[in-house]
T-cell receptor, first 115, second 115 residues
Framework: DAGVTQSPTHLIKTRGQQVTLRCSPK?????VSWYQQALGQGPQFIFQ???????QRGNFPDRFSGHQFPNYSSELNVNALLLGDSALYLC??????????????FGPGTRLTVT | DAKTTQPNSMESNEEEPVHLPCNHS???????IHWYRQLPSQGPEYVIH???SNVNNRMASLAIAEDRKSSTLILHRATLRDAAVYYC????????????????FGQGTTLQVKP
């Protein structure tokens, strides 16, 4: 059973560019959350998707947007990249239907470097 | 969002027990106490969670104070593979009305295990 997968593993972009990161949830999971982790810091919640809709959003600007597809996979888009967007972007999946489980399963992350 | 306070770092000797403390004085009645850990170059992984009673699983034990304002993660026999950043997190109960159970990470405790 494949866990949470993310692509690409690493990415280098220039300021002002746009980037799309992808996430496939663990089999059986229907909810995807995205987190940003700056170097030396704990992950920060960006937003969560369930039933192809954004359910909750953290303190991130509108430059950060997302999408969830019918197969539950998700994309994170960041427009007008800033140097401060350089971070590890983590995707976590969980099951809303099985809320008693409570676990979020994290992928290995995508390391984004903005130059 | 309720906050947690953890020591920045702790050291342990291999095969000895480790007690990782967490203070959460502003915890609400419906907040669950979760622990995740992040090994180097990996995404966070779930360790254990609880509400009021002490909990045990194959990875660790969670001791919750009677007033729920603090908790302790116990690793019974630390191994070198347990060296990681340990995060204590308060997680809201997931509801259809909007609580997504997002994880609010703090700085965590960096655990070093000496052979």
């Amino acid at each position: 059973d494949a866990g949470v997968t993310q692509s690409p593993t690493h990415l280098i972009k220039t300021r002002g560019q746009q980037v799309t990161l992808r996430c496939s949830p663990k089999s059986g999971h229907d909810t995807v959350s995205w987190y940003q982790q700056a170097l030396g810091q704990g992950p920060q919640f960006i937003f969560q998707y369930y039933e192809e809709e954004e359910r909750q959003r953290g303190n991130f600007p509108d430059r950060f947007s997302g999408h969830q597809f019918p197969n539950y996979s998700s994309e994170l888009n960041v427009n007008a990249l800033l140097l401060g967007d350089s971070a590890l972007y983590l995707c976590a999946s969980s099951s809303f239907r099985d809320r008693a489980s409570y676990e979020q399963y994290f992928g290995p992350g995508t390391r984004l470097t903005v130059t | 969002d309720a906050k947690t306070t953890q020591p920045n770092s702790m050291e342990s000797n291999e095969e000895e027990p480790v007690h990782l403390p967490c203070n959460h004085s502003t915890i609400s009645g419906t907040d669950y106490i979760h622990w995740y850990r992040q090994l180097p170059s990996q995404g966070p992984e779930y360790v254990i969670h609880g509400l009021t009673s002490n909990v045990n699983n194959r990875m660790a034990s969670l001791a919750i104070a009677e007033d729920r304002k603090s908790s302790t993660l116990i690793l019974h026999r630390a191994t070198l593979r347990d060296a990681a950043v340990y995060y204590c997190i308060l997680r809201q109960q997931i509801t259809y009305s909007g609580n997504t159970g997002k994880l609010i990470f703090g700085q965590g405790t960096t655990l070093q295990v000496k052979p």
